[in-house]
């Protein structure tokens, strides 16, 4: 069985996720323990020599880097749907990967990366960030059902964990009609599963 080593928290380790359920692939889910420094064990750099999650296990095969797995994921169980082989759609597709882990990464997952973790970022300038990201996005999709086109891919699975948890980051969505469209979209996908939300603190 293919296994993914996780933080129920992590958006990186929910794109993985999410589209193992998406592909109704059978697979197992263990949680690692970031607070504990389980992910900088001996052990674990095994797995992955950065000492990151998420990492996957097919029945030995490892692989790590969330949007690498999502391509192999694709090409391994895909059937042609989630990652074209047409060069220039793949091309598109690559495009948004590169996105999700530059733009996204730096706006709206810092944005909550500070909310959620207390990570020591420009809480501001992420933000700004996470904006500018959306206000694009969102004039893209003024024309299109999905990132790359009328049909999902892989592209999409690799942007929704960050956007539809960029609230958590005190990003604030309703400016972005078509993203919260496409989010729904995405959301009415058979086999989706959504991401754990962190528990809200209320004020003593």
Not at 37 to 60: C, M, R, S, W, Y
Not at 164 to 185: F, I, T
């Amino acid at each position: 069985m293919i296994k993914l080593y996780r933080h129920p928290l992590s958006g990186h380790a929910h794109r993985v996720e999410l589209f193992l359920s998406l592909l109704q692939l059978d697979y197992e889910l263990l949680d690692v323990d970031l607070m504990a420094g389980a992910h900088k064990t001996a052990e674990f750099l095994k797995l992955h020599p950065f000492g990151q999650i998420p990492v996957l296990d097919d029945n030995g095969t490892i692989l790590w880097d969330s949007n690498a797995i999502l391509v192999y994921l694709a090409r391994t169980y895909g059937a042609g749907r989630w990652l074209p082989t047409d060069l220039l759609e793949e091309a598109e597709v690559q495009a948004w990967l590169s996105v999700a882990a530059g733009q996204i990464a730096f706006g709206p997952a810092a944005a909550r990366l500070v909310k959620v973790f207390g990570a020591q970022l420009d809480h501001e300038e992420a933000k700004t960030r996470a904006h500018a990201l959306l206000s694009t996005i969102d004039s893209v999709l003024a024309e299109r059902a999905f990132l790359t086109g009328k049909a999902v891919t892989i592209a999409d699975v690799a942007a929704y964990s960050y956007i539809a948890h960029a609230p958590e980051g005190d990003v604030v969505l309703d400016s972005y009609g078509n993203v919260q469209k496409w989010l729904s979209r995405i959301e009415g996908l058979p086999n989706f599963v959504g991401m754990q939300k962190t528990p809200q603190v209320e004020a003593a």
